[in-house]
């Protein structure tokens, strides 16, 4: 595969329609110090020290860029009632919601979209620990639309908290790979959703970016993150912005079971009363959707006859079917074939 560096787009910051080219001919825009890199610092800080009060962190040892060490026994010890607690304490945080609230970056989002914009509210906060951590994955190459759904002309920002390197592996793009529409999948039992896409990618694009840079790539661009192979971890966050007046998937909206707006805002100055970014959605026209639940349905069952076969690769697939199918059936055999390739590998080791 080649890697090339990225496209820097930043002279055309000032020149809307010229950045809006772009966009539509290589699918993502490399655009540097569009956000405050004090804010992001900011954010930064209040996640490390989140952190390191989950004893997540090597107070005394460096890694690269500044960063503190992940301790990675640590993290690994770490039950999934603890970390789901320690993650919800991060993303909950108001200053990393207004950071992608940021007015540089909407009008950036606004100029190229050419018309009034909504920023999804739920957006991401990743903390990738180094893989030596175990059981950490990439997101494999993948498109943004088929699991964000609502309008086709969303598009992501992606901003690194801390500096990424070749080390700690920021965020690969495919240029021009968003022409071909929504991409057929292959089973990855590497990667996070336990998919990626099934197409031969040739060239990527990728390289260091610094806290303020935002990477924006449309919904149907192929991108993933890389292998994380330094010690500390890699910190970035990412938002979604589509045409106020165009349909908006509920689960843009919404929050995981157990987890709420009012648990977010409670972590807020007065509890977020008032305060703009809170619930901002409400008073808007939006057009909310469904989550269309047919290509995951046709995808359970593609892992399901893979796990029959005993074919490693639907391994991941087989966990988050069990943990989340629709059909308590579906989930059930899920969990049944995943206990059988664990199996199989045990019987192989
Ligand atoms: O940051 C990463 O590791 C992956 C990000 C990603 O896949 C996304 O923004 O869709």
Same mark, same amino acid.
């Given at each position: 595969m080649e890697h090339h560096d990225y496209t820097d787009s930043t002279p055309l910051l000032d020149d809307a329609p010229r950045l809006a080219d772009r966009l539509a001919e290589d699918g993502y825009l490399l655009l540097r110090g569009v956000l405050p890199a004090a804010e992001v610092e900011r954010v930064r800080d209040l996640v490390l020290a989140t952190a390191a009060a989950a004893g997540?962190? +090597?107070?005394?040892e460096a890694a690269e860029d500044g960063l503190p060490a992940v301790d990675v026994e640590a993290m690994a010890r770490c039950g999934e009632p603890d970390r789901e607690a320690t993650r919800r304490a991060m993303w909950n945080r108001r200053e990393f919601h207004a950071l992608m609230h940021s007015p540089a970056l909407l009008g950036v989002v606004e100029g190229l979209l050419g018309e009034p914009v909504f920023p999804h509210p739920r957006k991401v906060l990743r903390l990738v620990p180094p893989e030596a951590a175990g059981g950490s994955f990439v997101s494999g190459w993948h498109q943004d639309h088929p699991g964000v759904q609502g309008s086709a002309r969303t598009l992501t920002a992606w901003t690194p908290l801390a500096p990424v390197s070749a080390r700690s592996g920021g965020l690969a793009v495919v240029p @021009?790979? +968003?022409?071909? @529409?929504v991409l057929p999948l292959r089973l990855s039992a590497g990667t996070i959703v336990g998919w990626e896409i099934d197409t031969a990618v040739d060239a990527v694009r990728s390289g260091p970016m610094w806290p303020g840079d935002v990477l924006v790539f449309t919904a149907h661009t192929v991108h993933g993150g890389g292998r994380n192979t330094g010690r500390g971890p890699r910190l970035s966050a990412d938002c979604r912005y589509q045409p106020l007046r165009e349909p908006v998937c509920r689960d843009s909206l919404e929050l995981d079971v157990g987890h709420s707006w009012d648990e977010v805002y409670r972590t807020w100055p007065g509890g977020g009363v008032d305060d703009p970014l809170a619930r901002y959605w409400h008073e808007l026209p939006l057009d909310v959707v469904d989550y269309d639940r047919r290509a995951d349905s046709v995808r359970e069952r593609e892992a399901i006859a893979a796990g029959r076969n005993h074919d490693p690769r639907a391994a991941r697939a087989l966990r988050i079917t069990a943990a989340h199918s629709a059909d308590p059936a579906v989930a059930a055999e899920a969990a049944a074939l995943l206990s059988a390739l664990d199996r199989d590998a045990g019987g192989a080791a």
């Open positions: 997540w962190l +090597h107070a005394a @021009g790979s +968003h022409r071909d @529409g």
